[in-house]
């Protein structure tokens, strides 16, 4: 299991994806706990079972036990804040967008059990896949106040970007064979 297998199901007409897979985690600026905890947290909000098992895999050699927590708190509190703060982007109603969330995010303030830096840069992950353009821009500011410069933000993005799509991808062709 691993990225390994990911690759192998990859289809021929998305190679790009299968080559792009390993080198965006593997060579990137990134220390590997954040460049993995980004590709299982972007696996995780991209629901493909066979992706995130394979992710996980190879992100044990790197990320504890607390980590993958850390990663699977992102994931989830990103997958209900990236929703609602699409809502107060999309929303024209002004009045609409000045009331408070008023939802429990206190996985927020306690950076899901990590560092801040890991958090920002999952949470980053998270939004790029969910396609939330205030948390995106929330999480590349708060990553820059911790001295993290554009090409970790790239890089995450890229991660991000590459493990949705093959996420897709699989998930499609899954659909398409069956």
């Not at 690759?7 to 985690?25: C, F, M």
């Not at 992100?59 to 609602?84: C, R, Y």
């Not at 899901?112 to 999952?122: C, H, I, N, P, R």
């Amino acid at each position: 299991m691993g990225l390994d297998d990911i690759r192998t199901a990859v289809p021929d007409y998305a190679k790009d994806l299968r080559l792009n897979l390993g080198s965006v985690i593997t060579t990137s600026s990134l220390e590997p706990d954040m460049a993995w905890g980004a590709a299982l947290t972007a696996a995780l909000v991209s629901k493909n079972e066979y992706v995130i098992q394979n992710i996980l895999e190879d992100a044990k050699e790197h990320l504890d036990d607390t980590l993958i927590n850390g990663a699977k708190t992102t994931a989830a509190i990103m997958s209900m804040s990236n929703v609602w703060y699409k809502f107060t982007d999309l929303i024209q109603d002004e009045e609409v967008k000045k009331l408070p969330a008023k939802l429990r995010m206190n996985a927020i303030m306690n950076h899901g059990g990590v560092s801040q830096a890991l958090f920002e840069g999952w949470g980053l992950a998270a939004s790029v896949v969910n396609a939330c353009g205030v948390c995106v821009n929330a999480h590349a500011a708060q990553m820059r106040k911790l001295d993290l410069d554009a090409q970790h933000i790239a890089d995450i993005a890229r991660i991000a970007a590459v493990v949705k799509a093959v996420s897709d991808t699989l998930s499609f062709e899954k659909l398409i064979s069956a």
